[in-house]
């Protein structure tokens, strides 16, 4: 038998009538935040008509008659009649003076915060202008009302005078006046970081001059480096006008602009019907909504691609709902603002020639009739740089003979790096790339303040640029795993380097990241020195987090491979396949730290001029690299090289076996770029920037972002500034070293026992655990200090030997046996 379905009875008096429904209605939040709104308003006018009518209406609020609040006799002069007046003496005379003003701000943002118009930090308001109004209440009776003594009221109200004649009595003068200005640098460090360098430079004025002058000369040397001197040759006024300043204040979002697809077919009178929509799609892919657009007079029909709404400049933290929070300690930790990137000068806007593009059309369609060639439709999509052609050919033509028309092409047109794509991927069609005479430089900011940039949720965004369809192009470098960028000299190389760190900054917390720079050449990447506490890692005998020296790099590539072996030992115990199952693992408190399980970082190690490194060290540095690329990927280790010279003997196929991502400026002939590539193509581009991408079938053309060298600069003092950690992640020391710890007993120096040693041997015997994240955690010390000290323990008998990443076993049981040690130690 069916049970009868029974009616849940309402649970208590709101319920019931429907009360609870209707508080907690948007409709009544909208409402209420309207009535709030209108009584800021309303206390506005009553705040503004008291200055002037404030002498009259203070006499008689001061002596009131019963019933004379009521106005009768119109004997208030406030504009908000009695009401107003009563509201402004007692916010004005009897509390905040002229700061007063604040309450109706703070009523005002409030009700906006419930009517939903603007998302709002309702508490940071509340007590921002909080503590800025009883600020100037106090300074405005300081200095204001000694000089206005016939005023009625003190200029900071009754509040204002109580607290400078206490504050006074107490600390006198001077401390008032300390007292102020600390209050409102505290307050302004609170609105806005820059207050700090503000500060700094007012205190210290000739290192400001000094540093300003010292980076005009930075940046004129910069300008003579082989791999950016034709970057920024093509970007004169991005780095000559917008590199002047650079924004300090929060700018909106901005939308990027639409792509255009020019319609060529009737313009070209090819003679043939022109197919029906029907049966002939489109041939940009980019918006499924083109609108149309009809040009006066000459029957072109321009189909504007929708591109990507900015989502604002501040770039925000995904809410991480977890038991431990893999930010801390340095949750106050800021990501770098759009502000401190030059905007771009076109203002996203691309720039069309339609004068370009009809002549362009004619010769095509000339030179493949010359060939035999016939053609039903042609569109032309205008991207920064190039201009795609789109032809379909007519019935019966083979892809092979357009194939073969490049030079033909080129010639007729007068132009280099014309490139032939037949067929074009997914697509029925044939593409012919040709570069614009006026080509649009993308900007570092147009591209990270996209939609796409902000809402992504790759683990290691990198971006590049833009491709022909004017979209951001991006990729996840933990599904590449590993990167190869080649190209000749001055083509775009160093740049394209320094755009993907940026991206990595923008987007990563330095508990979440850490970098290795390699730079043979010692100029490239010093410009990252001042965020190597936060962002870098290193092995701790080195003395610069840069590594520019070829030993030391052989040193931290077999360190990393140390670490890379360490990191797969606690995946196995802790029963994860990849450091994102067992970061996810360690955040739910399902790993225990005692047993030497920690958060773990990803780790990008980037290397500029491999070339230079194996002609110097040849196997020595290529057998590491292999090893890394091969097996890190599941333990968040990441490789990008770099090289200016393309060659079998340099990119080996070692390398390239393992380095599935590649990134080929222009180079100068063909076999360079099928070294790259494993293709021609990259010897067809035209420089500045112009990159083609790989990681699959086909490789994509992209327009390289370009950062200058101010904007890097004011990135890492951004960073430098910011809450983070005191010194550089320590990498393991490699195996095989003298100076290995953790587990190799020969390694340990008895003659000179650390400081820390017998406290550390007291905390192991104490809690009987023989750990070397114990040891770590408990003294702040680095790993590689924390595994000496463990070896110091085991050649003295404190601990036993090491069984791979599990606690050692405590072979002391009492400290009387720990202070007989001691004293045969010392003696």
């Known amino acids: 038998m069916a049970k009868k379905k029974t009616e849940r009875k309402a649970s208590n008096f709101k319920e019931a009538i429907g009360l609870q429904s209707i508080l907690k209605s948007e409709r009544t939040d909208f409402l209420l935040g309207m009535v709030i709104a209108l009584f800021a308003v309303y206390t506005f006018v009553a705040l503004f008509s008291y200055i002037n009518t404030g002498a009259e ?9 019963p019933g004379e609040w009521l106005n009768q006799g119109k004997v208030f002069k406030n504009y908000c009649g009695s009401m107003g007046a009563i509201l402004s003496y007692t916010l004005v005379t009897k509390n905040f003076g002229y700061a007063a003003f604040f309450v109706p701000c703070f009523l005002l943002v409030s009700g906006i915060k419930m009517m939903q118009i603007y998302v709002l930090n309702i508490w940071k308001w509340f007590f921002g202008m909080g503590i800025a109004m009883i600020w100037l209440s106090v300074f405005l009776a300081k200095v204001l009302a000694p000089l206005m003594p016939e005023a009625i009221f003190n200029p900071g109200g009754y509040h204002g005078s109580v607290c400078v004649d206490f504050t006074e009595n107490v600390i006198g003068p001077p401390g008032l006046t300390a007292v102020l200005f600390f ?3 505290a307050l302004l460090t609170f609105v806005s970081k820059q207050t700090i360098t503000w500060v700094r430079r007012m205190f210290n004025p000739i290192k400001n001059f000094t540093g300003k002058a010292s980076e005009i000369v930075t940046d004129k040397l910069s300008n003579t480096d082989s791999d950016t001197t034709d970057i920024e040759d093509g970007h004169t006024k991005l780095s000559t006008e917008d590199d002047k300043t650079t924004n300090s204040a929060k700018e909106t979002g901005k939308e990027s602009e639409p792509t255009p697809v020019i319609d060529l077919t009737e313009f070209s009178n090819l003679g043939a019907k022109k197919p029906n929509k029907a049966t002939a799609e489109p041939i940009i892919t980019a918006t499924p909504t083109p609108t149309p657009i009809k040009t006066d007079g000459e029957k072109l029909t321009v189909e504007v691609g929708k591109d990507e709404k900015a989502k604002g400049e501040q ?7 977890t038991p431990i929070n893999p930010l ?4 106050r930790y800021k990501y770098p603002t759009l502000s401190l990137l030059t905007k771009d000068e076109n203002d996203g806007k691309p720039y069309i020639d339609m004068d370009e593009i009809k002549a362009y059309n004619e010769e095509i369609i000339k030179v493949l009739k010359s060939f035999g060639i016939e053609i039903r439709e042609i569109k032309a999509t205008v991207g920064p740089t190039i201009t795609l052609y789109e032809i379909t050919p007519a019935e019966g033509i083979r892809i092979t003979k357009i194939r073969n028309l490049e030079d033909d092409i080129a010639l007729r047109l007068s132009a280099l790096g014309v490139r032939i794509i037949a067929p074009i991927p997914g697509k029925g069609t044939i593409g012919i790339e040709v570069p614009n005479k006026k080509r649009h430089n993308v900007s570092m900011e147009s591209i990270l303040n996209s939609k796409k940039f902000q809402e992504t949720k790759y683990d290691l965004p990198i971006v590049l640029g833009k491709t022909i369809t004017n979209e951001v192009f991006m990729a996840d470098l933990t599904k590449i795993p590993h990167l190869l960028v080649a190209g000749a000299t001055g ?14 900054l923008y987007k990563k917390h330095p508990n979440e990241l850490k970098l290795v720079l390699i730079d043979p050449k010692k100029v490239e990447f010093s410009v990252y020195s001042p965020i190597a506490d936060h962002f870098m890692a290193q092995v701790d005998d080195d003395d610069e987090p840069i590594i520019t020296d070829v030993t030391k790099v052989v040193r931290t590539l077999k360190s990393l491979c140390t670490l890379m072996d360490h990191r797969y030992d606690l995946l196995k115990l802790a029963g994860a396949r990849n450091l994102k199952e067992y970061n996810d693992k360690f955040l739910h ?4 730290p005692e047993h030497g399980h920690e958060f773990m970082p990803y780790i990008v190690v980037i290397i500029d001029e491999f070339g230079d490194l194996i002609m110097t060290a040849g196997k020595e540095v290529e057998m590491p690299i292999a090893r890394i690329a091969q097996l890190a990927r599941a333990v968040g280790i990441h490789m990008i090289i770099a090289t200016q010279r393309p060659t079998t003997s340099i990119i080996t196929g070692n390398i390239k076996a393992n380095f599935p991502g590649r990134i080929a400026f222009k180079v100068s002939s063909m076999m360079d770029s099928r070294i790259i590539l494993d293709r021609p193509g990259a010897n ?9 991408y790989l990681n699959g079938n086909e490789p994509t053309r992209v327009q390289c972002a370009f950062i200058s060298t101010k904007e890097i600069g004011e990135i890492n003092e951004f960073i430098e500034h910011q809450s983070g950690p005191t010194h550089p992640m320590e990498l393991p020391e490699p195996k095989g070293d003298d100076s290995e710890g953790g587990g190799n007993t020969g390694g340990a120096d008895m003659g000179s026992l650390d400081p820390f040693f017998e406290e550390a041997a007291r905390s192991v015997i104490v809690s009987q655990q023989g750990s070397t994240s114990m040891i770590q955690r408990r003294f702040s010390i680095g790993y590689n200090r924390a595994g000496r000290l463990m070896d110091q323990l085991e050649k003295a008998g404190i601990v036993g030997a090491a069984h791979g990443s599990k606690p050692r076993d405590v072979l002391i049981a009492d400290e009387g046996q720990l202070t007989a040690i001691m004293n045969q130690l010392r003696g």
Do not use: C, W, Y
């Not at 083509?491 to 990595?504: C, E, F, H, R, Y």
């Open 315 to 321: 770039l925000t933290d995904e809410a991480i709902n």
């Open 328 to 331: 801390e300690p340095f949750t």
């Open 589 to 592: 408190r399902r790993l225990n």
């Open 183 to 185: 209050t409102a640098i």
């Open 684 to 692: 067809q581009l035209i420089g500045m920037g112009d990159m083609l």
């Open 57 to 65: 209406d203070q006499s008689l609020l001061e002596h009131t008659r």
């Open 491 to 504: 083509q775009g190389k160093s740049v394209g380097l320094n755009v993907i760190i940026t991206s990595l």
